[in-house]
T-cell receptor, first 114, second 113 residues
Framework: TQLLEQSPQFLSIQEGENLTVYCNSS?????LQWYRQEPGEGPVLLVT?????EVKKLKRLTFQFGDARKDSSLHITAAQPGDTGLYLC??????????????FGQGTILTVHP | DTGVSQDPRHKITKRGQNVTFRCDPI?????LYWYRQTLGQGPEFLTY????????KSRLLSDRFSAERPKGSFSTLEIQRTEQGDSAMYLC???????????FGPGTRLTVT
């Protein structure tokens, strides 16, 4: 069974602070995705990382994929209240009848206070 | 592009009743996924369609659950003889060929009393 563990589970910070969320897998996925979900809505894709060691930036968000493709991190610089939400990492299966199937971590609930 | 839609958004039912949810994917997306999410957890995979073919079902999907995608367009998820443990958000996502991006609908929140 493939598992993804995220840490921390909860994060409460002040506006302007930096933060990092970690995602660790028990096995290798073909790629890894990060999603953001707001209450009462479905997850929205932020980024897909594919290559070991890859770094992608999306404005104030920086995503890294570990060299062994089993861990990833999301770093937010100068967090804003609008960043509040549930952040989810998901491993992507590329093979056979599981094509595209996502295995999610349990999520990190981020609250940014003004 | 109107996005993935799900109906109803909320459903309250009594234990033992049957419920059916509908998902309309983005047009021309050939892959459709169902997930279940409980409070404070990430979504869990339930089942997956490529066009009208159901290619995989999770072990989480007991015999009380059935899903269809009869013409390769919309999909339905039916739960028979609902139990309190079925209370959750049921999410549908669709994906275009050939990539891995999944576009999620807003979900159907089921409460079993």
């Amino acid at each position: 069974t493939q598992l993804l563990e995220q840490s921390p589970q909860f994060l409460s910070i002040q506006e302007g602070e930096n933060l990092t969320v970690y995602c660790n897998s028990s096995s290798v996925f073909s790629s890894l995705q990060w999603y953001r979900q707001e209450p009462g809505e479905g997850p929205v894709l932020l980024v897909t990382v594919v290559t070991g060691g890859e770094v992608k930036k999306l404005k104030r968000l920086t995503f890294q994929f570990g060299d062994a493709r089993k861990d990833s991190s999301l770093h937010i610089t100068a967090a804003q209240p609008g960043d509040t939400g549930l952040y989810l990492c998901a491993g992507v299966n590329a093979g056979g009848t599981s094509y595209g199937k996502l295995t999610f971590g349990q999520g990190t609930i981020l609250t940014v206070h003004p | 592009d109107t996005g993935v839609s799900q109906d109803p958004r909320h459903k309250i039912t009594k234990r033992g009743q049957n419920v059916t949810f509908r998902c309309d994917p983005i047009s021309e997306h050939n892959r459709l996924y169902w997930y279940r999410q409980t409070l404070g957890q990430g979504p869990e995979f339930l089942t997956y369609f490529q066009n009208e073919a159901q290619l995989e079902k999770s072990r989480l999907l007991s015999d009380r659950f059935s899903a269809e995608r009869p013409k390769g367009s919309f999909s339905t998820l039916e739960i028979q003889r609902t139990e309190q443990g079925d209370s959750a958000m049921y999410l549908c996502a669709s994906s275009p060929p050939p990539g891995y991006e999944q576009y999620f609908g807003p979900g159907t929140r089921l409460t079993v009393t």
